[in-house]
C-alpha cells in the first residue's frame, strides 16, 4: 500500500512504441501487495512486454482467480479486459472467453494456491485442451493471503517463517505440464526481468497455451533461510538452461549468433525464438529430454530455468475443434440465432 | 565507479540544485516547505541567515537558482522560487526581535567600510554581532548603493530597501552619509581602523564615442540617468527614445522612460535575441509595457541637425548562427528618428580615489589584484567584495563575497591564518513519520507555474513609484509551494540492507534506478534504465549489493523526490533522509553536524 498515486510525470527519453504508446500506458492501478513482493515485479515485466509488441490494450483479456497473484492484473493494461473468476477457475473463464473471441489475447495470472490446489483440475484440463492462453503462475510456495501457511509447490524440507518443516512433496508446475502435453513450458524468477520478458513475449505470441511457472519470493511469509523460494535461495540455486530472445515476425534480426550456437524455432505467425543454450545438448523441442534435465537439476537441488520446452506446430483448442475464427460479436445476428425452424432441423437430427 | 560519498556535504547539496547554484545557497525548499506551512517569520529568517536581503531579493535577484530548478526538467517551467521569497518578506510580522544584535560591549577592533551597496551591508551584518566597531562611508546621503539608486522603484519600494538596511545600520553602524571616500590612503594611514573593506561597486556606465556623441544634451548614460531620476533631477523624457545595449540596465532604462511620458521606446540590441543579457523575465516584462526590442543594429553616428538631436544611424546586420557561433554580415544603415538617448552598454570600476603607491596591486583592466577565496588585495587588512572586486555582477553574489569577506576579516582581526576556511557541515535524518507517511509533502502535484499579476498598464505609467508585480495572492501561493519537489529530502540507500527485489525500480515514476553491474561512469551512464545524458547532473552508486554483486545506480537528474522508492522498499534500505546545509559565517562555524546511521535495518 502506498497513500500517493504513481506520479504521471516521466523521464524525458521515454519513447512511444509502434502504435504510440509508451511503457507508462501499460501500467495499471497502484499496487497494493506488500512492498518487495516478487508479483509486483513480474507485473513490471508484463508491462514491458505488451510495450515491445506494440499489442493494443482494448485487444487484451486479462484474468485471474483468487489470491495475492490474481489481485495482479488490477496493475496491468488498465485499458483491458478483466475477469476477476471464482478461485481456481479462472482456466474455464478462459476457454469461454477465448471460444466467444479469439480476436482478444489472453493473459491469465494465477498463484500456487490457485493452480495447483483448489483450481488444479482446471490447469490440467486447459493445458490438455491446449486454449490459446498465457498462463503466468506465480509461485511463492505459500499461501500469503491467510498468512504464510505451506501451499502445494512447497518443497519438502523447507520450512516456514517459524520454522516448521514441509513434509510432503512439492508439485512441480513445468513438469505437469510437460506430463500433460503441454505445447511452451516456461520457469523464470521474478528477480530476473531479462529472462522474463522474452518468454512472456514468446507466450503471448504462442498460439496455444503458454505456462510459465515464475519463482516469485513472498517477502512477507516466505524469504527467510529455509525457504526454497526466497530471493536469496532461488538467486543462489537458478540454473539457466536455455536462454530465449523473442524474435517478432516484423522485426529485423539485428543479433549476430556465433554460427552453431543458436536453435532458431519458428512460430505459427512467424515470429522467431533463438535459443542460446546455456546448457549442452539441451533440445527446447524435445519433451523428454527437456523432462529429463529439469528432473536431474531438481535432483542436484537446483531450480532449471528458461523456456525449457516448445511445440512448433501447436494446434490450438480453437482450431482442433474448428471453431469459427470471427468472434461471436462480429457475427451477424441471422447466423447467432438463426430461428426456430433451424432448431427444429438440428433437433431433427438428433431424433 | 567508487561507492558514493554521501558523508561529504557537497554530494547531497549538488542535489539540491536551486541551493547548490545560489551564490549564498539559500536552503529553498527549506523556506518553501515553510511558507507551504505558513510561517512566513520562519521563512523570511532563513533566507536572511543566508541571502541577507530578502524583501529586495524577492523581487530583483537574477535567480540563477530558476534555470538550475529541477522541476524545469520535469515539467518544463521552474519553481517560481525568487517570487515566493518575497511572499515570506510580505506576509511575516514584525520579526525585528529575531535579527542579531550587536553586544554593548565591542571587542576594540574597528572597520572601515566604503560604500554602502550590498556587499558592505553583508560584511557589517555578520560583524556587528561579534562587537567590531564599524564605520561605513557613503558617498549619497542614504544607503543601499546599486540597489536604492539604480533600479527603479516601480520594480523595488523604498519601504522595503529602508526596512531590510534598517536592520543592519541599526545594529549601531556609524554611518557617515555623504562622505566620498577620496583616498584610501588618508583612511589606511589615519592607523584608526583595522581593516578596511571596499564595497563601491562598478559606479561607471560605458561610454560610446561616435560622432554626435557630446552635440546634444538629449544623449543620457543609464546608470547616471537612472540616478538621476532616483533623486528627481530628471523628471522627463524624449517621446521617441533609444535604449542602446539589452541588458538589465536597458530594462530599467527603457521602463523609466515610459514613465517619464516616452510614447516610443525602442530598445536597440547588436545581436540577436539569444546572445542578450538581460533575464528573459526582465525582457517580457519590458516587451509588456509595448517596448520593442530591434536586433541586429550597431551604432554609427547621432544624427544631429540644427543642433537638435533627431535620430541615430545604425549598420544593419543579417546574422546567422554557424556552429554555435552568432556570424553578423552588414547589409546597410538605417536611420532611426529619436528625440533622447540612453546609453546602457556596459559597467566600468573607477578607482580613482585609490593610489596606485600604496601596497595595493592593480592588474587587468585596471582592476585591484583580489584573492578569489580571501577576497583580500595584495595589501594586508585591505578586502574588496562585490562589485568592486571582479567587476559587474549582481546582488546576490555581492552578499555572497559580503559573507566571505566577513569571515577574512573577522579571522585576520583574530590573527588566523585567512586560507583556513571554516568547513560546512550536513545533517541527514529520517522523515519517516509512519509506514508510507513523510514528513514532507510528497505526492507530485502537477500544477503549472503561477503566473505574477500586473498592474494595468496606464496605473503603472501614471507614476514611477507604482510597483508593478502585485506579489502572489494565496491562493497562487498554495499552488506554487506544492511545484517545489523538495529535492533537500534526500533518497539515501544502505546497499546492506537491500535483497534486489527490484519494488524500488518498479515504482519509480522516472526511472531514476538501476542494479546493473558496475563499470566505468561513461559507460554505466548508457547503461541505465534510462539513459543518464544531462552530465552535470550526478549518479549516486552503491557499493556491491549482497546476493549478485551489482550495484545500485540512480541518477539524480530528474528523480521528484516523491518517495516512492521508499515506500515500496521492504527491508528500508531506501529512506527519505532531510539534508540540512550547516554553512559558516564569521565567527559562527558551521555545526559539523550528524548523518543518520548508516546501517540501520528495520527487519
Known sequence: MSYIAKPKVHHPSLKPNAIGLTRRDYEGALTTLCAGCGHDSITAAIIQAFWELDVEPHKVAKLSGIGCSSKTPAYFLREAHGFNSVHGRMPSIATGAGAANGDLMMIGVSGDGDSLSIGFGQLCHAMRRNVNLLYVLENNGVYGLTKGQFSASADSGSTSKKGEVNTMEAIDGVLLALTLGATFVARSFSGDKEQLVPILKAGLMHKGFAFIDVISPCVTFNDHEGSTKAYAYTRGHQIEVVQADFVPLRSEITTEYEAGSVQKVTMHDGSVVNFRKVAEDYDPTDRDRA????????????????????????????????????????????????????????????? | MRRTDVGNPDYFHKVVDCQWACPAHTNVPEYIRLIAQGRFDDAYIVNRQSNVFPGILGRTCDRPCEPACRRSRVDGKPVAICRLKRVAADQKNDVSARIPKAPEVKNGKKLALIGAGPASLTVANDLMPLGYDITIFEKGPRAGGLMRINIPSFRLP???????????????????????????????????????????????????????????????????????????????????????????????????????GATDVKVIARKTRKYFKASPWELEDAEEEQIDIVENLQPVRFVIEDGKLTGMEFDQFKSEEIDGKLVQETIGRVILPCDSVVLAIGQDNAFPWIERDIGLEFGKWDMPVVDKVTFMSTRDGVFFGGDSAFGPANIIWAVEQGHQAAISIHQFCQGEPLTDRPP??????????????????????????????????????????????????????????????????????????????????????????????????????????APAEQLDQALYVSGALKQT????????????????????????????????????????????GTVAEKEKVSL
Open chain 1, 291 to 351: 523432462y529429463a534435465h529439469i528432473r536431474q537439476h531438481q535432483e542436484a537441488g537446483e531450480v532449471a530455468t528458461g523456456l525449457l520446452y516448445i511445440d512448433p506446430s501447436s494446434v490450438d483448442m480453437m482450431e482442433q475443434n474448428d471453431v469459427v475464427p470471427t468472434p461471436l460479436y462480429n457475427q451477424p445476428f441471422e447466423t447467432l440465432c438463426p430461428g426456430s425452424a433451424a432448431l427444429d432441423k438440428l433437433q431433427l437430427r438428433y431424433r
Open chain 2, 158 to 260: 523604498e519601504e522595503v530597501l529602508d526596512e531590510e538596511i534598517g536592520y543592519i545600520v541599526d545594529m549601531g553602524v556609524n554611518m557617515k552619509y555623504n562622505t566620498p571616500v577620496e583616498s584610501l590612503k588618508a583612511v589606511l594611514d589615519s592607523n584608526e581602523y583595522d581593516a578596511v573593506f571596499v564595497g563601491t561597486g562598478a559606479p561607471k556606465g560605458k561610454e560610446l564615442v561616435i560622432p554626435g556623441r557630446y552635440d546634444s544634451d538629449q544623449i543620457f548614460i543609464g546608470i547616471e540617468w537612472l540616478e538621476s531620476i532616483h533623486f528627481g533631477h530628471v523628471t522627463s523624457v524624449g517621446e521617441k527614445v533609444l535604449i542602446i545595449g539589452v541588458g538589465n540596465t536597458a530594462m530599467d532604462c527603457c521602463r523609466s522612460s515610459k514613465r517619464l
Open chain 2, 424 to 529: 560546512q557541515g550536513q545533517t541527514l535524518a529520517s522523515t519517516k513519520m509512519g509506514l508510507h507517511e513523510w514528513s514532507y509533502s510528497n505526492n507530485y502535484d502537477p500544477v503549472t507555474r503561477q503566473k505574477m499579476i500586473h498592474v494595468e498598464l496606464p496605473e503603472r505609467f501614471a507614476k514611477m513609484t507604482v510597483e508593478v508585480e502585485e506579489g502572489f495572492t494565496a491562493e497562487q501561493t498554495r499552488k506554487e509551494v506544492e511545484r517545489c519537489l523538495n529535492c533537500d529530502i534526500q533518497t539515501n540507500f544502505t546497499e546492506s540492507a537491500c535483497i534486489e527485489c527490484d519494488a524500488c525500480i518498479d515504482i519509480c515514476p522516472v526511472d531514476c534506478l538501476t542494479m546493473t553491474v558496475n563499470d566505468e561512469e561513461p559507460v554505466l551512464r548508457t547503461h541505465l534504465k
Open chain 2, 549 to 592: 554483486g551489482r550495484v545500485m545506480v540512480k541518477d539524480e537528474n530528474v528523480c521528484l523526490h516523491c518517495g516512492l522508492c521508499a515506500e515500496r522498499c521492504p527491508t528500508y534500505a531506501w529512506d527519505m533522509r532531510k539534508f540540512v546545509l550547516h554553512l559558516p559565517y564569521a565567527g559562527v562555524p558551521a555545526p559539523e
